[in-house]
Protein backbone atom coordinates (compact mmCIF):
# COMPACT_ATOMS: atom_id res chain seq x y z
CA UNK A 1 0.00 0.00 0.00
CA UNK A 2 2.91 2.38 0.96
CA UNK A 3 3.80 2.34 -3.21
CA UNK A 4 0.05 3.70 -3.77
CA UNK A 5 0.47 7.29 -3.77
CA UNK A 6 -3.56 8.58 -5.07
CA UNK A 7 -6.83 7.20 -4.53
CA UNK A 8 -9.62 8.19 -6.34
CA UNK A 9 -13.24 6.82 -7.02
CA UNK A 10 -15.79 5.71 -9.86
CA UNK A 11 -18.35 8.46 -11.23
CA UNK A 12 -20.47 5.68 -10.32
CA UNK A 13 -22.66 5.24 -13.46
CA UNK A 14 -23.76 1.94 -12.27
CA UNK A 15 -24.37 2.61 -9.01
CA UNK A 16 -22.01 1.82 -6.00
CA UNK A 17 -18.46 3.95 -7.02
CA UNK A 18 -15.49 1.55 -7.50
CA UNK A 19 -12.49 3.09 -5.60
CA UNK A 20 -9.19 2.96 -8.04
CA UNK A 21 -5.52 3.29 -6.73
CA UNK A 22 -2.34 4.61 -8.65
CA UNK A 23 1.47 4.47 -8.45
CA UNK A 24 3.11 7.47 -9.06
CA UNK A 25 4.47 5.76 -12.21
CA UNK A 26 0.68 5.12 -12.85
CA UNK A 27 -0.09 8.66 -12.84
CA UNK A 28 3.07 9.63 -14.88
CA UNK A 29 1.40 7.41 -17.33
CA UNK A 30 -2.08 9.28 -17.14
CA UNK A 31 -0.70 12.50 -17.14
CA UNK A 32 1.42 11.71 -20.63
CA UNK A 33 -2.23 10.44 -22.31
CA UNK A 34 -3.52 13.43 -21.02
CA UNK A 35 -1.16 15.61 -22.67
CA UNK A 36 -1.65 13.33 -26.04
CA UNK A 37 -5.15 14.35 -25.64
CA UNK A 38 -4.87 17.64 -25.48
CA UNK A 39 -2.42 17.96 -28.21
CA UNK A 40 -4.86 15.70 -30.86
CA UNK A 41 -7.52 18.80 -29.55
CA UNK A 42 -4.64 21.23 -31.01
CA UNK A 43 -4.11 22.56 -27.48
CA UNK A 44 -0.49 23.42 -26.33
CA UNK A 45 1.37 26.20 -24.59
CA UNK A 46 -0.13 29.50 -24.75
CA UNK A 47 -3.62 28.23 -24.58
CA UNK A 48 -5.67 28.91 -21.24
CA UNK A 49 -7.52 25.86 -20.46
CA UNK A 50 -10.66 26.25 -17.98
CA UNK A 51 -11.27 22.87 -16.58
CA UNK A 52 -14.72 22.23 -15.07
CA UNK A 53 -14.44 18.56 -14.30
CA UNK A 54 -14.91 18.16 -10.78
CA UNK A 55 -12.01 17.75 -8.56
CA UNK A 56 -12.18 15.20 -5.64
CA UNK A 57 -12.68 11.70 -6.15
CA UNK A 58 -14.15 12.14 -9.97
CA UNK A 59 -10.99 11.01 -12.12
CA UNK A 60 -11.80 14.09 -14.50
CA UNK A 61 -10.53 17.01 -12.49
CA UNK A 62 -7.22 16.03 -11.74
CA UNK A 63 -6.37 13.63 -14.66
CA UNK A 64 -7.26 16.81 -16.59
CA UNK A 65 -5.54 19.39 -14.68
CA UNK A 66 -1.84 17.13 -14.60
CA UNK A 67 -2.39 16.80 -18.35
CA UNK A 68 -3.11 20.28 -19.17
CA UNK A 69 -0.13 21.52 -16.61
CA UNK A 70 2.40 19.10 -18.47
CA UNK A 71 1.33 20.35 -21.57
CA UNK A 72 2.25 23.71 -20.68
CA UNK A 73 -0.92 25.21 -21.46
CA UNK A 74 -2.53 27.46 -18.35
CA UNK A 75 -4.72 25.56 -16.46
CA UNK A 76 -7.99 27.29 -14.48
CA UNK A 77 -8.48 24.89 -11.79
CA UNK A 78 -12.72 26.03 -11.18
CA UNK A 79 -13.72 22.55 -10.61
CA UNK A 80 -17.30 21.94 -11.80
CA UNK A 81 -20.58 23.84 -10.86
CA UNK A 82 -21.23 27.53 -10.08
CA UNK A 83 -22.14 28.71 -13.96
CA UNK A 84 -22.37 32.50 -13.36
CA UNK A 85 -18.41 32.20 -11.78
CA UNK A 86 -17.86 29.67 -15.11
CA UNK A 87 -18.79 32.70 -17.65
CA UNK A 88 -16.88 35.14 -15.54
CA UNK A 89 -13.36 33.27 -15.23
CA UNK A 90 -14.10 32.30 -19.11
CA UNK A 91 -14.61 36.43 -20.30
CA UNK A 92 -12.18 37.65 -18.09
CA UNK A 93 -8.70 35.25 -18.43
CA UNK A 94 -9.96 34.35 -22.23
CA UNK A 95 -9.89 30.93 -22.47
CA UNK A 96 -9.24 29.40 -25.51
CA UNK A 97 -10.22 25.47 -24.28
CA UNK A 98 -12.84 24.18 -22.08
CA UNK A 99 -13.09 20.95 -20.24
CA UNK A 100 -16.97 19.20 -18.96
CA UNK A 101 -19.55 17.05 -19.86
CA UNK A 102 -21.39 18.31 -23.24
CA UNK A 103 -24.47 18.79 -21.02
CA UNK A 104 -22.85 21.02 -19.10
CA UNK A 105 -21.90 22.90 -22.08
CA UNK A 106 -25.05 23.33 -23.34
CA UNK A 107 -26.47 24.69 -19.92
CA UNK A 108 -23.29 27.21 -19.83
CA UNK A 109 -23.72 28.29 -23.68
CA UNK A 110 -27.26 29.08 -22.89
CA UNK A 111 -26.57 31.17 -20.05
CA UNK A 112 -23.60 32.87 -21.54
CA UNK A 113 -26.13 33.75 -24.65
CA UNK A 114 -28.72 35.48 -21.82
CA UNK A 115 -25.83 37.18 -20.06
CA UNK A 116 -24.54 37.94 -22.76
CA UNK A 117 -20.93 36.62 -21.84
CA UNK A 118 -18.12 37.06 -24.52
CA UNK A 119 -16.56 33.52 -25.01
CA UNK A 120 -14.65 34.96 -28.82
CA UNK A 121 -11.55 33.23 -27.53
CA UNK A 122 -12.92 29.56 -26.85
CA UNK A 123 -11.90 27.40 -29.77
CA UNK A 124 -11.70 23.90 -28.18
CA UNK A 125 -13.86 21.66 -26.21
CA UNK A 126 -12.86 18.45 -24.81
CA UNK A 127 -16.10 17.10 -23.72
CA UNK A 128 -16.45 13.41 -22.18
CA UNK A 129 -17.61 11.62 -18.96
CA UNK A 130 -21.04 10.79 -20.82
CA UNK A 131 -22.51 9.32 -24.35
CA UNK A 132 -23.52 12.05 -26.67
CA UNK A 133 -24.52 12.30 -30.50
CA UNK A 134 -22.83 13.53 -33.33
CA UNK A 135 -26.31 15.50 -34.00
CA UNK A 136 -25.42 17.05 -30.50
CA UNK A 137 -21.72 17.93 -31.18
CA UNK A 138 -23.08 19.79 -34.60
CA UNK A 139 -25.45 21.83 -32.67
CA UNK A 140 -22.92 22.82 -30.48
CA UNK A 141 -20.30 23.84 -32.97
CA UNK A 142 -22.85 25.58 -34.84
CA UNK A 143 -24.27 27.35 -32.02
CA UNK A 144 -20.74 28.39 -30.34
CA UNK A 145 -18.00 28.21 -33.42
CA UNK A 146 -16.27 25.69 -31.39
CA UNK A 147 -14.54 22.70 -31.91
CA UNK A 148 -16.05 20.40 -29.87
CA UNK A 149 -13.69 16.73 -29.37
CA UNK A 150 -14.64 14.00 -27.29
CA UNK A 151 -12.53 12.22 -24.69
CA UNK A 152 -13.23 9.02 -23.38
CA UNK A 153 -11.78 7.64 -20.32
CA UNK A 154 -12.84 5.31 -17.29
CA UNK A 155 -11.81 5.26 -13.94
CA UNK A 156 -11.28 1.60 -13.30
CA UNK A 157 -8.68 1.81 -16.72
CA UNK A 158 -7.19 5.32 -15.47
CA UNK A 159 -9.23 7.87 -16.28
CA UNK A 160 -10.02 10.59 -18.83
CA UNK A 161 -7.01 9.80 -21.76
CA UNK A 162 -7.93 6.31 -22.21
CA UNK A 163 -8.87 7.65 -26.12
CA UNK A 164 -9.09 11.01 -27.80
CA UNK A 165 -11.27 12.43 -31.27
CA UNK A 166 -8.15 14.18 -33.39
CA UNK A 167 -8.94 16.88 -36.07
CA UNK A 168 -10.95 14.57 -37.82
CA UNK A 169 -13.22 14.06 -35.48
CA UNK A 170 -13.77 10.52 -36.62
CA UNK A 171 -13.21 8.28 -33.94
CA UNK A 172 -11.49 8.27 -31.03
CA UNK A 173 -7.59 7.13 -31.40
CA UNK A 174 -7.01 4.58 -28.06
CA UNK A 175 -3.71 5.05 -26.62
CA UNK A 176 -3.03 1.34 -27.04
CA UNK A 177 0.62 1.66 -25.75
CA UNK A 178 -1.05 1.44 -22.43
CA UNK A 179 -4.87 0.32 -22.88
CA UNK A 180 -5.26 -2.53 -25.25
CA UNK A 181 -8.75 -2.53 -26.43
CA UNK A 182 -10.93 -5.56 -27.70
CA UNK A 183 -14.53 -5.62 -28.66
CA UNK A 184 -16.09 -8.87 -27.76
CA UNK A 185 -19.69 -10.05 -27.68
CA UNK A 186 -21.50 -8.82 -24.97
CA UNK A 187 -23.49 -11.86 -24.66
CA UNK A 188 -21.14 -14.41 -25.34
CA UNK A 189 -18.04 -13.21 -24.47
CA UNK A 190 -16.04 -14.02 -27.95
CA UNK A 191 -14.02 -11.61 -29.45
CA UNK A 192 -14.83 -9.57 -32.86
CA UNK A 193 -13.13 -8.78 -35.70
CA UNK A 194 -12.22 -5.04 -36.06
CA UNK A 195 -15.23 -3.26 -37.29
CA UNK A 196 -17.73 -5.45 -35.74
CA UNK A 197 -19.87 -3.95 -33.23
CA UNK A 198 -20.11 -4.98 -29.27
CA UNK A 199 -19.02 -4.32 -25.68
CA UNK A 200 -15.34 -2.83 -25.82
CA UNK A 201 -13.08 -4.47 -22.95
CA UNK A 202 -9.42 -3.01 -22.48
CA UNK A 203 -6.44 -4.09 -20.87
CA UNK A 204 -3.86 -2.30 -19.19
CA UNK A 205 -0.31 -2.68 -20.51
CA UNK A 206 1.44 -0.52 -18.16
CA UNK A 207 -0.61 0.47 -15.22
CA UNK A 208 0.93 -0.76 -11.91
CA UNK A 209 -1.52 -0.43 -9.07
CA UNK A 210 -4.46 -1.60 -10.39
CA UNK A 211 -3.60 -3.54 -13.69
CA UNK A 212 -6.64 -4.93 -15.74
CA UNK A 213 -7.16 -7.62 -18.24
CA UNK A 214 -10.05 -7.59 -20.44
CA UNK A 215 -12.12 -5.11 -18.04
CA UNK A 216 -15.36 -5.22 -19.63
CA UNK A 217 -16.66 -1.25 -19.79
CA UNK A 218 -20.27 -1.74 -20.96
CA UNK A 219 -19.51 0.87 -23.47
CA UNK A 220 -20.88 0.24 -27.23
CA UNK A 221 -18.61 0.81 -29.63
CA UNK A 222 -16.38 -0.64 -32.88
CA UNK A 223 -12.73 -0.82 -33.15
CA UNK A 224 -11.64 1.07 -36.63
CA UNK A 225 -8.53 -0.13 -38.15
CA UNK A 226 -7.92 1.63 -40.94
CA UNK A 227 -5.67 4.17 -40.35
CA UNK A 228 -6.17 7.74 -39.84
CA UNK A 229 -5.97 10.67 -41.89
CA UNK A 230 -4.50 12.68 -39.24
CA UNK A 231 -1.22 10.52 -39.41
CA UNK A 232 -1.78 8.76 -35.69
CA UNK A 233 -1.26 4.79 -35.94
CA UNK A 234 -3.09 4.23 -33.24
CA UNK A 235 -6.39 2.38 -34.12
CA UNK A 236 -9.76 4.42 -33.10
CA UNK A 237 -13.01 2.89 -31.94
CA UNK A 238 -16.22 4.46 -33.04
CA UNK A 239 -17.67 7.03 -31.05
CA UNK A 240 -19.48 5.96 -27.95
CA UNK A 241 -23.47 6.83 -28.40
CA UNK A 242 -24.75 4.43 -25.97
CA UNK A 243 -23.88 1.80 -22.75
CA UNK A 244 -24.68 -1.93 -22.40
CA UNK A 245 -26.26 -0.70 -19.20
CA UNK A 246 -27.84 2.92 -19.89
CA UNK A 247 -30.40 0.82 -21.67
CA UNK A 248 -33.57 0.39 -20.45
CA UNK A 249 -36.51 -1.74 -21.45
CA UNK A 250 -39.69 -0.28 -22.01
CA UNK A 251 -42.31 -2.65 -23.29
CA UNK A 252 -39.64 -5.32 -24.24
CA UNK A 253 -38.23 -2.76 -26.30
CA UNK A 254 -34.54 -1.97 -25.55
CA UNK A 255 -34.37 2.14 -25.51
CA UNK A 256 -31.30 4.11 -24.85
CA UNK A 257 -31.39 7.68 -24.14
CA UNK A 258 -29.31 8.81 -27.53
CA UNK A 259 -31.66 7.83 -29.54
CA UNK A 260 -34.64 9.85 -28.23
CA UNK A 261 -31.57 12.65 -28.52
CA UNK A 262 -31.32 11.95 -31.83
CA UNK A 263 -34.80 12.25 -32.96
CA UNK A 264 -35.45 15.37 -31.04
CA UNK A 265 -32.91 16.95 -33.05
CA UNK A 266 -33.90 15.95 -36.18
CA UNK A 267 -37.03 18.23 -35.54
CA UNK A 268 -35.02 21.32 -36.90
CA UNK A 269 -34.99 23.91 -33.39
CA UNK A 270 -34.85 22.23 -30.50
CA UNK A 271 -32.23 21.79 -28.17
CA UNK A 272 -31.47 18.76 -26.63
CA UNK A 273 -32.74 19.71 -22.80
CA UNK A 274 -35.18 16.67 -22.46
CA UNK A 275 -36.52 14.39 -19.68
CA UNK A 276 -37.82 10.94 -20.16
CA UNK A 277 -40.36 9.75 -17.57
CA UNK A 278 -41.42 6.00 -17.61
CA UNK A 279 -44.52 5.26 -15.74
CA UNK A 280 -46.67 1.94 -15.36
CA UNK A 281 -50.44 2.32 -15.82
CA UNK A 282 -52.32 -1.00 -15.49
CA UNK A 283 -49.27 -3.14 -15.82
CA UNK A 284 -48.76 -0.70 -19.30
CA UNK A 285 -45.27 0.84 -19.54
CA UNK A 286 -46.02 4.68 -20.54
CA UNK A 287 -43.57 6.80 -21.88
CA UNK A 288 -43.60 10.95 -21.20
CA UNK A 289 -40.78 12.93 -22.60
CA UNK A 290 -40.51 16.41 -21.90
CA UNK A 291 -39.67 19.28 -24.39
CA UNK A 292 -38.21 22.34 -23.29
CA UNK A 293 -39.52 25.29 -25.53
CA UNK A 294 -37.20 27.13 -26.85
CA UNK A 295 -37.69 31.17 -28.19
CA UNK A 296 -36.98 29.24 -31.87
CA UNK A 297 -39.79 27.26 -32.06
CA UNK A 298 -42.79 29.16 -29.91
CA UNK A 299 -45.13 29.99 -31.75
CA UNK A 300 -48.14 32.27 -30.89
CA UNK A 301 -50.45 29.96 -32.28
CA UNK A 302 -51.88 26.82 -30.49
CA UNK A 303 -51.90 24.67 -33.42
CA UNK A 304 -48.19 25.15 -34.60
CA UNK A 305 -47.06 24.03 -30.96
CA UNK A 306 -49.52 21.44 -31.53
CA UNK A 307 -48.14 20.77 -34.26
CA UNK A 308 -45.22 20.74 -33.11
CA UNK A 309 -45.76 18.42 -30.39
CA UNK A 310 -46.82 15.57 -32.72
CA UNK A 311 -43.80 16.13 -35.04
CA UNK A 312 -41.76 15.39 -31.64
CA UNK A 313 -43.91 12.21 -30.95
CA UNK A 314 -43.38 11.28 -34.55
CA UNK A 315 -39.69 11.44 -34.65
CA UNK A 316 -39.43 9.40 -31.65
CA UNK A 317 -41.99 6.75 -32.14
CA UNK A 318 -40.07 6.39 -35.76
CA UNK A 319 -36.40 5.34 -34.04
CA UNK A 320 -38.08 3.70 -31.46
CA UNK A 321 -40.92 2.10 -32.97
CA UNK A 322 -42.86 2.93 -29.00
CA UNK A 323 -45.51 5.52 -28.66
CA UNK A 324 -44.83 8.10 -26.51
CA UNK A 325 -46.29 11.19 -25.21
CA UNK A 326 -44.08 14.64 -25.73
CA UNK A 327 -45.18 17.37 -23.12
CA UNK A 328 -43.68 21.27 -24.10
CA UNK A 329 -42.84 22.53 -21.06
CA UNK A 330 -41.20 26.11 -20.41
CA UNK A 331 -37.74 27.11 -20.64
CA UNK A 332 -35.38 25.89 -17.84
CA UNK A 333 -37.65 24.26 -16.09
CA UNK A 334 -36.05 20.59 -16.19
CA UNK A 335 -33.41 20.32 -14.01
CA UNK A 336 -29.91 20.61 -15.32
CA UNK A 337 -26.67 18.44 -14.71
CA UNK A 338 -23.51 19.33 -13.62
CA UNK A 339 -22.10 16.14 -13.87
CA UNK A 340 -23.62 13.23 -15.97
CA UNK A 341 -27.15 14.33 -17.19
CA UNK A 342 -30.01 11.99 -15.86
CA UNK A 343 -31.97 11.76 -18.50
CA UNK A 344 -34.37 9.15 -17.62
CA UNK A 345 -36.57 9.19 -14.53
CA UNK A 346 -37.82 5.59 -13.96
CA UNK A 347 -41.00 6.07 -11.78
CA UNK A 348 -42.20 2.08 -12.60
CA UNK A 349 -41.67 0.93 -9.85
CA UNK A 350 -39.84 -2.40 -11.46
CA UNK B 1 -52.87 50.92 -37.47
CA UNK B 2 -51.04 47.28 -36.48
CA UNK B 3 -50.38 46.66 -33.11
CA UNK B 4 -47.22 44.96 -31.19
CA UNK B 5 -48.91 41.75 -28.72
CA UNK B 6 -46.86 39.62 -26.76
CA UNK B 7 -47.82 35.89 -26.72
CA UNK B 8 -46.14 33.90 -23.66
CA UNK B 9 -46.11 29.83 -23.55
CA UNK B 10 -47.58 28.76 -19.87
CA UNK B 11 -47.17 25.15 -18.70
CA UNK B 12 -50.65 23.99 -17.00
CA UNK B 13 -50.15 24.16 -13.53
CA UNK B 14 -51.05 26.25 -10.84
CA UNK B 15 -49.30 29.65 -9.96
CA UNK B 16 -47.43 29.55 -14.00
CA UNK B 17 -49.88 32.87 -14.30
CA UNK B 18 -48.78 34.56 -11.28
CA UNK B 19 -44.96 34.35 -12.40
CA UNK B 20 -45.17 36.77 -15.62
CA UNK B 21 -48.39 39.36 -14.29
CA UNK B 22 -46.09 39.72 -10.62
CA UNK B 23 -42.62 39.95 -13.08
CA UNK B 24 -44.61 43.13 -14.85
CA UNK B 25 -46.44 44.72 -11.86
CA UNK B 26 -43.09 45.07 -10.39
CA UNK B 27 -41.66 46.26 -13.89
CA UNK B 28 -44.40 48.81 -13.43
CA UNK B 29 -45.79 47.86 -16.75
CA UNK B 30 -49.58 48.13 -17.05
CA UNK B 31 -51.21 45.76 -18.82
CA UNK B 32 -54.16 47.19 -21.51
CA UNK B 33 -55.79 43.99 -22.27
CA UNK B 34 -55.29 40.33 -21.48
CA UNK B 35 -56.75 36.69 -22.93
CA UNK B 36 -55.33 33.50 -21.97
CA UNK B 37 -56.08 30.21 -24.23
CA UNK B 38 -55.66 26.89 -23.11
CA UNK B 39 -54.96 23.57 -24.30
CA UNK B 40 -54.94 20.49 -21.91
CA UNK B 41 -51.21 20.51 -21.53
CA UNK B 42 -50.50 24.26 -21.81
CA UNK B 43 -51.42 27.74 -21.81
CA UNK B 44 -50.83 30.76 -24.44
CA UNK B 45 -50.94 34.48 -22.78
CA UNK B 46 -51.78 37.23 -25.16
CA UNK B 47 -51.47 40.70 -23.97
CA UNK B 48 -51.07 44.40 -24.99
CA UNK B 49 -49.10 46.91 -23.15
CA UNK B 50 -48.00 50.57 -24.26
CA UNK B 51 -44.09 49.85 -24.44
CA UNK B 52 -44.01 45.71 -26.06
CA UNK B 53 -40.38 46.01 -25.83
CA UNK B 54 -40.12 46.58 -22.49
CA UNK B 55 -42.31 44.01 -21.42
CA UNK B 56 -40.36 41.83 -23.21
CA UNK B 57 -37.12 42.25 -22.37
CA UNK B 58 -38.28 42.42 -18.11
CA UNK B 59 -40.07 38.55 -18.99
CA UNK B 60 -36.80 37.26 -20.52
CA UNK B 61 -34.83 38.49 -17.83
CA UNK B 62 -37.34 36.16 -16.08
CA UNK B 63 -36.81 33.06 -18.41
CA UNK B 64 -39.84 33.16 -19.99
CA UNK B 65 -40.24 32.70 -23.68
CA UNK B 66 -42.38 35.95 -25.35
CA UNK B 67 -43.26 36.30 -28.57
CA UNK B 68 -44.14 39.18 -30.77
CA UNK B 69 -47.49 38.93 -32.86
CA UNK B 70 -48.75 41.35 -35.03
CA UNK B 71 -52.75 42.33 -34.43
CA UNK B 72 -54.90 44.58 -35.90
CA UNK B 73 -57.26 46.69 -33.51
CA UNK B 74 -60.56 47.19 -35.64
CA UNK B 75 -63.78 49.65 -33.91
CA UNK B 76 -66.89 47.74 -33.88
CA UNK B 77 -70.12 49.95 -33.23
CA UNK B 78 -71.57 48.81 -29.70
CA UNK B 79 -75.07 47.50 -30.85
CA UNK B 80 -76.58 44.41 -32.01
CA UNK B 81 -75.17 43.51 -35.24
CA UNK B 82 -72.01 45.84 -34.98
CA UNK B 83 -69.71 42.80 -35.26
CA UNK B 84 -71.27 41.00 -37.33
CA UNK B 85 -70.74 43.84 -39.64
CA UNK B 86 -67.53 43.72 -39.14
CA UNK B 87 -67.04 40.04 -39.49
CA UNK B 88 -69.01 40.43 -42.89
CA UNK B 89 -66.67 43.10 -44.23
CA UNK B 90 -63.73 40.56 -43.22
CA UNK B 91 -65.19 37.70 -45.05
CA UNK B 92 -66.06 39.06 -47.96
CA UNK B 93 -61.97 40.03 -48.30
CA UNK B 94 -61.44 36.40 -47.97
CA UNK B 95 -59.55 36.76 -44.69
CA UNK B 96 -59.45 33.99 -42.05
CA UNK B 97 -59.33 35.29 -38.57
CA UNK B 98 -56.94 33.30 -36.21
CA UNK B 99 -58.16 34.31 -32.99
CA UNK B 100 -60.22 37.63 -31.35
CA UNK B 101 -60.65 39.41 -27.88
CA UNK B 102 -61.98 42.70 -26.55
CA UNK B 103 -59.72 45.33 -26.20
CA UNK B 104 -60.54 45.91 -22.05
CA UNK B 105 -58.95 49.17 -21.56
CA UNK B 106 -61.00 51.37 -24.24
CA UNK B 107 -65.08 51.11 -22.69
CA UNK B 108 -66.72 53.92 -24.13
CA UNK B 109 -70.72 53.58 -24.05
CA UNK B 110 -71.12 53.50 -28.07
CA UNK B 111 -67.98 52.06 -29.69
CA UNK B 112 -66.30 49.09 -29.03
CA UNK B 113 -62.35 47.95 -29.89
CA UNK B 114 -61.79 44.24 -31.21
CA UNK B 115 -58.31 42.76 -31.45
CA UNK B 116 -57.88 40.73 -34.46
CA UNK B 117 -54.85 38.10 -35.44
CA UNK B 118 -55.18 37.31 -39.26
CA UNK B 119 -52.17 35.02 -40.66
CA UNK B 120 -51.08 38.15 -42.76
CA UNK B 121 -51.67 41.60 -40.82
CA UNK B 122 -50.67 43.44 -43.77
CA UNK B 123 -53.33 42.75 -46.72
CA UNK B 124 -55.39 42.45 -43.77
CA UNK B 125 -55.35 45.80 -42.86
CA UNK B 126 -55.15 47.05 -46.58
CA UNK B 127 -58.52 44.61 -47.44
CA UNK B 128 -60.24 46.36 -44.56
CA UNK B 129 -59.65 49.89 -44.88
CA UNK B 130 -60.54 49.24 -48.85
CA UNK B 131 -63.69 47.87 -47.52
CA UNK B 132 -64.10 51.13 -44.56
CA UNK B 133 -63.90 49.32 -41.81
CA UNK B 134 -62.16 51.65 -38.96
CA UNK B 135 -58.52 50.47 -37.49
CA UNK B 136 -57.83 52.14 -34.61
CA UNK B 137 -54.16 53.68 -34.12
CA UNK B 138 -52.14 53.29 -31.26
CA UNK B 139 -52.74 56.20 -29.56
CA UNK B 140 -56.72 56.06 -29.88
CA UNK B 141 -56.67 52.95 -28.08
CA UNK B 142 -53.51 53.63 -25.77
CA UNK B 143 -55.49 57.71 -24.36
CA UNK B 144 -56.82 57.15 -21.35
Request: charged content about 25%.
Amino acid sequence: MEEIVRLHASSGTTGKPIVVAYTQADLDVWSEVMVRSFAACGLHRGDVIQNAYGYGLFTGGLGAHYGAEMLGATVIPISGGNTERQLMVMADFGVTALCCTPSYFLHLLESAKETKTDFSKLRVGVFGAEPWSEAMRDRIQAESGIRAHDIYGLSEIIGPGVGIECAQQHGLHIFEDHFYPEIIDPETGDVLPDGAEGELVLTTLSKQAMPMIRYRTRDITAIMAEPCECGRTLRRIRRIGRRSDDMVIIRGVNVFPSQVETALLRVEGTLPHYQIVLTRDKGLDQIEVKVEVTPEVFSDEIRKLEALQHQLEAAIENLLGLRVTVTLVQPRSLPRSEGKARRVTDLRNL
Amino acid sequence: MKLKQLSLFLENRPGQLRAPIAALGNAGIDILTMTLADTAQFGILRFIVADPARAKDVLEAEGMIVSVTEVVPIQVDNRPGGLAAVLAAIESAGLGVEYMYDFAARATPDKAAIIFRFEDADRALEALKAAGVRILTSEELLRK
